[in-house]
T-cell receptor, first 113, second 112 residues
Framework: EPEVTQTPSHQVTQMGQEVILRCVPISNHLYFYWYRQILGQKVEFLVSFYNNEISEKSEIFDDQFSVERPDGSNFTLKIRSTKLEDSAMYFC???????????FGSGTRLTVV | GQNIDQPTEMTATEGAIVQINCTYQTSGFNGLFWYQQHAGEAPTFLSYNVLDGLEEKGRFSSFLSRSKGYSYLLLKELQMKDSASYLCAVRTFSGGYNKLIFGAGTRLAVHP
């Protein structure tokens, strides 16, 4: 069964450093999403992406965050200057069409120290 | 605003049936999803309702009443491996695009 692949599985970074989280969505999917889950809390929407641009972003997705689809396969989330409160599990998801279900990747656990 | 409520924790016995309820108040409702999440892992899709009524899928069933803003997930013949968090998620449509909004999840513990 096709999978959404995320790398790395775990990233530790110092406060103030930039991180890039990588995702390879399912190849024929057109809609891409980033979610995060702080330990013990709910899964929160960050941003959706379609046709090479952001379609919607949440209040969490401030100027420190950016997303990019640099080629035909990768979908990245960049955090420019990490804060302690950015520590969370970050999930990438993709969907073939608007009204289809989402497939989630296995996540990247980001720890900011 | 968007609000999704579900119980924080539930316990049940192996072999039994459990019902996990979810109520929601959202704008642009475009379907309700149930996901299972084991600790430290990604959510995995269980079921989906967009019209009122019951959807059955093996040991799992989900029900939706749009007029009441209510859904439940029914798990039958519980197994120990069903111990996990169950996430109710509403798909909302706004500005031409969909997104999923998640509830806080219900942590289910299945005991022998």
């Amino acid at each position: 069964e096709p999978e959404v692949t995320q790398t790395p599985s775990h990233q530790v970074t110092q406060m103030g450093q930039e991180v890039i989280l990588r995702c390879v969505p399912i190849s024929n999917h057109l809609y891409f999403y980033w979610y995060r889950q702080i330990l013990g809390q709910k899964v929160e929407f960050l941003v959706s992406f379609y046709n090479n641009e952001i379609s919607e972003k949440s209040e969490i997705f401030d100027d420190q965050f950016s997303v990019e689809r640099p080629d035909g396969s990768n979908f990245t989330l960049k955090i420019r200057s990490t804060k302690l409160e950015d520590s969370a599990m970050y999930f990438c998801a993709s969907s073939e069409r608007q009204n289809y279900g989402y497939t989630f990747g296995s996540g990247t656990r980001l720890t900011v120290v | 605003g968007q609000n999704i409520d579900q119980p924080t924790e539930m316990t049940a016995t192996e072999g039994a049936i459990v019902q996990i309820n979810c109520t929601y108040q959202t704008s642009g409702f475009n379907g309700l999803f149930w996901y299972q999440q084991h600790a430290g892992e990604a959510p995995t899709f269980l079921s989906y309702n967009v019209l009122d009524g019951l959807e059955e899928k093996g040991r799992f069933s989900s029900f939706l009443s749009r007029s009441k803003g209510y859904s439940y997930l029914l798990l039958k013949e519980l197994q120990m491996k069903d111990s996990a968090s169950y996430l109710c998620a509403v798909r909302t449509f706004s500005g031409g695009y969909n997104k999923l909004i998640f509830g806080a999840g219900t942590r289910l513990a299945v005991h022998p």
